[in-house]
């Protein structure tokens, strides 16, 4: 069967098009973003990584357990938000589970009574953000009044003043973005690569 010519030149068109397009957009478009990162925002392009001693512990945008070798939170350190992930980002997300879901309300209810026995205080100060997974399940951060609720325990763990613990809770508690998105919040990883780096 004979092709046309204006079915011949339609082809030749499209061809060249798409030619250009994946040059533009497949080749040099991810080129030019990515030398704009690594330029411009080199630390958030590689991933907010973290590092102690040399190695690379973690990453400030990815929230992380600090657990004891049997498996229960180490008292030496803050803890982090509930995970419903547990914390693996392969499987990041949240239980999908509503206010009114009872599994979750015995969920909180637990784990209100956990962090109170954890940190020795009264399970009526033991804020939301403490008993509540984010949505996607790698938090990294936690609020001011969760971070101070721990600062006790940490610090008798450490053997630290309470008050100097409570100093670096306040050095490193950061405000709502642009001053009004948000609320504060306190980044889990930093505040427990400081402590690892005083002296007790």
Known sequence: ?????????????????TALLVALLGLAYPLAVTAA??????????????????QTVGSALLGQAYLK??????????????S?????????????????DPQLTEQVVARRAQVAAFNQVPAAQVPADAVTASFSGLDPDISPDYALLQAKRVAAARLLPPARVQELVHDLTRGPEAGFLGAGRVNVLELNLQLDAMKE
């Open 1 to 17: 069967m004979k092709i046309s010519t204006s079915i011949l030149r339609q082809l030749w068109t499209a061809a060249r098009a």
């Open 84 to 100: 419903a992930a547990d914390f693996d980002a392969l499987a990041s997300g949240g239980s999908n589970a509503g206010p009114n």
């Open 37 to 54: 990162g690594q330029s411009l925002f080199p630390a958030q392009a590689n991933g907010s990584l973290l590092e102690h001693d040399g």
């Open 69 to 82: 070798p049997d498996g229960s939170p180490d008292p030496r350190y803050f803890q982090p938000r509930p």
